[in-house]
């Protein structure tokens, strides 16, 4: 999609008259990916709306991660394009769900990791925070005498179990998005395209994962298609990870995989952000994130011992 000039100019002016950083996920759209000043996956956008000293954060993403931006950087004020960009996977673990878990089981003392597509509510519960990119290394930091549970995501959480051998219990959450993909769609386009190399994201499940020639998080899918010598990948996650990979490794062929509902494995939450809404968002500095303090104050505490622990 090309994107109105003039709607470029407007979004330039306002991120300048309001000393705004936008930050976009590697889902968004090619037009969000090209007029924004990071995109990156979870973790690198975590540390950088931690350490921008923009007064504004517009953040095009789904609202999870606007709200963590929010929760490390406070002070600053954090608007998103659509305030209904949720996510399946934030869904599937309500906090209220969650504490009345914890309370039922609290004689198994359980260490807490939370993936990072989850509520301010469910983080503020949780003792560490993790994402695809550094799970296995939180899972290994975590105390060796206390039983873990993982929450939301149950493809990540046993696809860090196989990874780790720490055997854990896991929340029955899972992304609508790449649940969707099958063993059968996989083979059918690894059958067309013999010696292309198949990379999956690890909220994949198992049958899927096990016909990848490498599981990892949408940012080191970047260095992994880079570095290899084949140039042929099947990529197997949102479709908006496929502009990040042509524009950063030019002259390689990258294959969708198409899903049950969708041709092209687009997120429907991802996808609720528009230019034109970025725009409204930078003019009128909302929909913006708010929480309580004493949330975002308990949330902060397992988000910061992620970033000191994946430095
Ligand atoms: P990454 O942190 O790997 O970008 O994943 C985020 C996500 O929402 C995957 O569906
Ligand atoms: Fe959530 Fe899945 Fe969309 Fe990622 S792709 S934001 S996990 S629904």
């Not at 010696?195 to 899927?208: D, N």
Request: hydrophobic content about 40%.
């Amino acid at each position: 999609m090309v994107a109105a000039p003039s709607l470029v100019e407007d979004i330039l002016r306002l991120k300048k008259e309001r000393n705004a950083v936008i930050l976009a996920h590697n889902y968004q759209t090619r037009d969000i990916q090209e007029i924004a000043d990071f995109v990156g996956d979870s973790l690198g956008l975590a540390y950088k709306a931690k350490e921008t000293s923009a007064d504004v954060i517009a953040f095009c993403g789904v609202h999870f991660m606007a709200e963590t931006a929010k929760i490390v950087n406070p002070g600053k004020t954090v608007v998103l394009p659509d305030a209904d960009a949720g996510c399946s996977l934030e869904q599937s673990c309500p906090g209220p769900q969650l504490e009345a878990f914890l309370k039922a089981n609290a004689a198994k003392n359980y260490y807490v990791i939370a993936y990072i597509n989850c509520s301010a509510h469910v983080k503020a519960l949780s003792d560490c925070i993790c994402t695809s990119g550094n799970a296995v290394k939180i899972v290994q930091a975590a105390p060796p005498d206390r039983p873990i549970l993982f929450v939301p995501d149950q493809n990540l959480g046993s696809w860090v179990m196989e990874q780790t051998g720490r055997k854990m219990d896991l929340w029955k959450g899972s992304c609508y998005v790449h649940v969707e993909f099958t063993r059968d769609s996989i083979q059918a386009i690894k059958d067309q395209h013999p010696g292309a190399q198949v990379v999956a994201h690890p909220e994949c499940t198992y049958a899927v994962r096990m016909l990848a020639d490498e599981v990892c998080s949408t940012e080191k899918m970047v260095a992994y298609c880079r570095d290899h010598l084949s140039d042929t990948f099947i990529i197997v996650t949102e479709s908006g990870m496929l502009h990040r990979l042509e524009r950063e490794v030019p002259g390689k062929r990258f294959i969708p995989v198409p899903t049950g509902h969708c041709a092209c494995a687009d997120c429907r939450y991802m996808k609720l952000n528009t230019l034109q809404k970025l725009r409204d968002a930078l003019r009128d500095l909302k929909p913006h994130v708010e929480m309580p303090e004493d949330i975002r104050a308990r949330a902060e505490k397992p988000l910061l011992r992620m970033l000191e622990l994946s430095r």
